[in-house]
């Protein structure tokens, strides 16, 4: 692994080169998976990352700060043109088969990642957050980018919208008023 001097890997005891193997006893299989994992934790959220230097196997307690080209770098993950759902302002990404094993902790093997939402978004803020996962719209169930994106166009202008959203490994109800 890279390590951030006086970053909060270096400021917990990795070392570069330490050989990351799990996050809260989630197997890492690459940086991929490693980024997304982390990804899905709150900023200041202690996570434990078990890691191997030389031939001792280790276990570190790291407290999650925001690194200022996360969402920039999650984003760079998506096409522009065909993960926008311009109705929330978001840039969604298909739970597919990689993603799932990459986010074992799922509580449903579909749905779409918020990857991104942009900063002039209405949602932004508390209502949608890069990192949810939406499984629903007004109980329907939410496969696909494509198939968000259809659903919110059936919506009425008057129409209230509630998304069901994993955030931080809970269920979550958004109540949404689209624009």
């Not at 969402?71 to 522009?80: E, I, N, S, W």
């Amino acid at each position: 692994a890279d390590v951030t001097p006086d970053g909060p890997a270096d400021e917990a005891g990795l070392k570069p080169g330490d050989i990351l193997l799990s996050v809260n006893g989630r197997t890492m299989r690459d940086a991929r998976q490693l980024e997304m994992n982390l990804y899905r934790h709150a900023m200041g959220e202690k996570v434990n990352i078990e890691a191997v230097r030389g031939t001792d196997k280790m276990t570190f307690q790291v407290t999650l700060a925001e690194r200022e080209d996360d969402p920039q770098r999650f984003a760079d993950m998506v096409d522009p043109t065909k993960n926008l759902v311009p109705k929330l302002g978001i840039l969604g990404i298909d739970i597919d088969r990689t993603i799932a094993e990459m986010l074992p902790e799922l509580r449903k093997k579909y749905g779409v990642v918020v990857a991104a939402v942009a900063g002039d978004s209405p949602y932004s803020g508390d209502a949608l957050k890069p990192g949810d996962v939406i499984y629903a719209l007004n109980t329907q169930p939410v496969t696909t980018v494509a198939a968000l994106r259809t659903a919110l166009d059936q919506v009425k202008d008057t129409d209230p919208v509630v998304l069901q959203v994993e955030r931080n490994e809970k269920l979550v109800y958004v109540t949404l008023e689209i624009e």
